[in-house]
């Protein structure tokens, strides 16, 4: 199994933005950024090389460091909030396996393209991306699942990752996901909202082990 999950040191950097609050949050597509002036904490989304029985697989990890040097944003920097007290923070922890490789029929092909057809019709958008998927011969998925789920652990251990994607915090009684969803890369953030209700993220959050700080 790879295990993708903090160290001591990182549990103390998710301990200090806890305890003391940074005077800047700031946030891009892959990085959230706790800024305290003359150094920050940076969780950023990095790949890593998954444990898999497929070819090129990779995890999808929240990696957590410390950078002893003032924080320059840049244009593509969101400030989020200043100043504010952090009430509640979790590292959020997943496991991810993968299945096996299949090949498809024609049929499932016709089907596959017939989808992104249909996705293309209803939302009036090219889909570039969904038409090259939907075209391919074969392939695999990637699913992730709670750590302490009886799905987990079914998995081969050799094909097993366990990996910690990030922080989940709570700031003015809504919630921030600074982690990575379902290994895909980047913080996914629709119509810049970057703050949710606990009902909005249960869902989600349920699919987690959500470990306090």
């Not at 909202?193 to 306090?212: C, P, T, V």
């Amino acid at each position: 199994m790879k295990d993708y999950t903090y160290n001591e040191e990182e549990l103390e950097f998710a301990k200090h933005i806890h305890s003391i609050p940074p005077k800047k949050i700031w946030w891009d597509f892959m990085t959230c950024i706790f800024d305290y002036g003359d150094f920050y904490f940076q969780v950023q989304c990095v790949s890593e090389i998954a444990d898999t029985q497929n070819k090129s697989d990779e995890a999808i990890t929240g990696k957590f460091t410390k950078h002893h040097n003032p924080f320059v944003p840049e244009k593509y920097n969101m400030l989020l909030c200043e100043n504010k007290r952090i009430d509640e923070l979790y590292i959020v922890r997943v496991f991810l396996y993968f299945t096996n490789s299949e090949t498809y029929s024609k049929t499932k092909i016709i089907f596959n393209k017939a989808r992104t057809k249909a996705k293309e019709l209803l939302t009036g958008k090219s889909d570039t991306f969904g038409n090259l998927v939907s075209g391919a011969s074969s392939g695999h998925k990637e699913i992730t699942c709670h750590p302490k789920s009886e799905q987990a652990k079914k998995v081969d251990e050799k094909y097993s990752n366990l990996i910690d994607a990030g922080l989940l915090l709570q700031i003015d009684g809504k919630w921030l996901k600074a982690f990575v969803e379902r290994n895909g890369f980047g913080f996914h953030i629709w119509n810049e909202k970057y703050f949710f209700e606990l009902d909005e993220i249960n869902e989600i959050a349920s699919q987690y082990e959500l470990i306090k700080i």
